[in-house]
């Protein structure tokens, strides 16, 4: 049963700086790490909330830090510090999704538009070249390609960055049934020695309209581990056709001699609560923590909870109910800092664990 641990309190934060060069990844772990089991005490609420946004959808917390908030109806990218204090916008069509590669450019799921149409897109910003003043930042389009103007039904629903600075692009669409092409596909990018970005394939072996584990079936939102893997987290939409049961997945990487693909972390028969069918109503956003705890946003009507789980599936303290969320989309984590972006309250709820008051 979902616990509600609402205790108000009024933190002060002090304001994190960006850094001034590019992010060492020798920083990141080396394998697929379990996180921590044990569990944990309650949340409390931060004041004040943050606001004046406008249907928000995706939250990050950058490598800077700096949070990053697809603020979507009012076509942009809001750039806080960890304290809240907006530090810049960048304008841009309807974005939905959002990452961060390891050279600090910003990778964003949007909308472009041309005289007669609308697609969607997948855009580079880079940070780094302006000194991170995001509204000097230029958008540089990486989709559609000209043959995707062929498809305009398809869409760009969620992105991924990983530590060797390749990321993948979830698509969605109603055509599936190319076994070569069809719409319900991840999109593999890496960096070309020029710096890029090359278009190399479709993951191999994830099917495009699979109801079971390992699909690409309604993916909205895809979250990496930090580490020096290519696990990712994904959680699926609610009322497509051949819907899963599990809209909140572990792709497990993995490599031999013959093959490489991706395998779930941990199947039905484990009895883990992560991998329960319907454990989840409407999930739209993750994050993991420095421990390995993963944290999905559920924004199904009568749940509006954010569910949390250590590496082994188990679950640890879940909160929420309609009283304290509206439709949460998104959730990132920032120094013992949970956000919950709020996409029907327009806001940013801040949640600090009882235990780590004063520290």
């Known amino acids: ?25 020798s920083q990141l772990g080396d394998t697929h790490g379990a996180g921590n089991p044990g569990g944990d ?5 931060i004041n004040p909330d943050l606001v004046g946004f406008n249907n928000p959808q995706a939250i990050l917390v950058g490598k800077e830090p700096f949070i990053y908030v697809c603020d979507t109806d009012n076509d942009r990218i ?16 309807k974005p939905i999704a959002i990452a961060q590669d390891y050279r600090l450019n910003l990778i964003v799921c949007a909308q472009f538009d041309t005289l007669n149409n609308s697609f969607s897109a997948v855009y ?3 940070l780094f070249s302006v000194n991170h003043i995001i509204g ?10 000209s043959s995707d103007f062929n498809f305009p039904s398809r869409k760009y629903s969620a992105v991924v960055a990983f530590y060797d600075n390749s990321y993948y692009v979830a698509r969605t669409g109603p055509n599936n049934s190319s076994i070569y092409d069809p719409d319900n596909t991840i999109l593999q990018f890496v960096l ?11 993951v191999h072996n994830i099917d495009a309209l699979s109801s079971g584990l390992i699909t690409a079936n309604g993916i909205n939102c895809m979250t990496s581990f930090n580490k020096k893997n290519l696990d990712f987290i994904a959680t699926f939409n609610k009322g497509v056709e051949n819907e899963t049961a599990f809209k909140a997945q572990w792709f497990l990487h993995y490599e031999t001699l013959s093959s490489e693909g ?45 569910f949390k789980f250590n590496a082994f599936g188990e679950e640890l303290q879940s909160f929420g109910g309609p009283d304290v969320f509206s439709k949460p989309s998104g959730v ?3 120094q013992r800092t949970l956000y919950v972006l709020d996409s029907k309250k327009n806001m940013i709820r801040r949640f600090i664990l009882s235990t780590d008051l004063g520290q």
């Open 136 to 145: 000097n930042a230029k958008l540089v389009r990486i989709l559609p390609q």
């Open 41 to 45: 005490t309650v949340y409390v609420h």
């Open 332 to 334: 990132a984590f920032d």
């Open 262 to 306: 991706y395998r779930s972390a941990f199947s039905p028969s484990d009895g883990v609560p992560f991998i329960q069918p319907n454990r989840f109503g409407a999930p739209t956003g993750s994050c993991i923590d420095p421990t390995g705890n993963i944290y999905i946003a559920d924004g199904d009507s009568g749940k509006d909870s954010v």
């Open 192 to 202: 070309r020695p020029d710096r890029s970005d090359s278009l190399v394939t479709s």
């Open 124 to 126: 580079k910003i880079d």
């Open 1 to 25: 049963m979902i616990k509600k641990f609402l205790i108000s309190a009024i933190l002060v934060i002090p304001i994190l700086f960006g850094c001034s060069d590019k992010f060492d990844i």
């Open 78 to 93: 809001v750039m806080l510090n960890t304290a809240g204090a907006v530090l810049g916008t960048l304008s841009i069509k």
